[in-house]
């Protein structure tokens, strides 16, 4: 398989990714606060990611980009889980239920409204970004050959 077209094919679904957590984004007006402006700023940072992959294949800052949005995601992630466990909390809908109950009702929005699984498109788009970084070609057989091995020729006796 051609590895410019896996690069290239990875990088398209990192861009329908990054346009369909905007979509997401903007029709939730998720720019209320400094915390809401996380993902956009994420987003960003992956379409700055892709860019520099298909341009310069500069696949190290590309790797550390995809890292600092998998790092944003995760705390996306604690944040809405966080943000529904305090509503249960007040609400008493959580009360009589185990630590890991708690965590199980935040985590399914069975208590609260922030959805906990939208960061995750966040971490996927970083997640193929990164795959793309590591999409290489075959070695050419210059580089890698083997030497020619000297062949001595039997002493005479």
Do not use: C
């Not at 990164?130 to 002493?155: D, Q």
């Amino acid at each position: 398989m051609n590895p410019t077209l896996v690069r290239r094919a990875l990088a398209a679904l990192t861009v329908i990714a990054i346009f369909g957590a905007g979509f997401e984004l903007a029709v939730e007006r998720h720019w209320r606060s400094v915390q809401q402006l996380v993902p956009w700023a994420a987003l960003t940072l992956l379409a700055v990611g892709v860019l520099l992959l298909l341009a310069t294949r500069l696949s190290g800052t590309v790797r550390v980009i995809a890292a600092v949005v998998l790092l944003a995601s995760a705390f996306g992630v604690f944040a809405h889980v966080s943000a529904n466990m305090t509503v249960g909390s007040f609400s008493g809908a959580l009360d009589g239920v185990s630590m890991i109950g708690q965590w199980w009702h935040a985590f399914t929005k069975s208590v609260g409204d922030a959805p906990p699984l939208a960061p995750g498109m966040l971490a996927q788009a970083a997640l193929l970004l990164l795959l793309a970084t590591y999409v290489t070609g075959r070695p050419s057989a210059g580089r890698h050959a083997e030497a020619p091995v000297a062949v001595k020729e039997p002493a005479e006796r």
